[in-house]
């Protein structure tokens, strides 16, 4: 079994920064990718990037160059710069271990002046 918690979430001004955390513990050396999900208001949730146990990194075409992923092990983080009203949503991180995927409850990130 494994937990993740994430946190960092806010309300920012568009062109801000912020940065998202995920902990995750348990059976954290069985965990090999970590992502970042997120849910807007009214949409489907939507992978955001993720991140091998190796390095190896993925971004969605509409965070690429903004956004960056990186991960100490069983932390996970997400750089979010000159961020959007459109980023806003609910900002998921999941971490796969054993063939299963183990989900957080979620931190709201807005993005409005």
């Known amino acids: 079994q494994v937990q993740v918690v994430e946190s960092g979430g806010g309300l920012v001004q568009p062109g801000g920064s912020l940065r998202l955390s995920c902990a995750a513990s348990?059976?954290?050396?069985?965990?090999?990718?970590m992502g970042w999900h997120r849910q807007p208001p009214g949409k489907q949730r939507e992978l955001v990037a993720a991140i091998t146990d190796g390095g190896i990194t993925q971004y969605a075409d509409s965070v690429k160059g903004r956004f960056t992923i990186s991960r100490d092990k069983a932390k996970m983080y997400l750089q979010m710069v000159s961020v959007k009203p459109e980023d806003t949503a609910v900002y998921y991180c999941?971490?796969?271990?054993?063939?299963?995927?183990?989900w957080g409850q979620g931190t709201q990130v807005t993005v409005a002046s």
């Open positions: 348990g059976a954290i050396d069985m965990i090999t990718v």
């Open positions: 999941k971490a796969f271990a054993g063939h299963r995927g183990y």
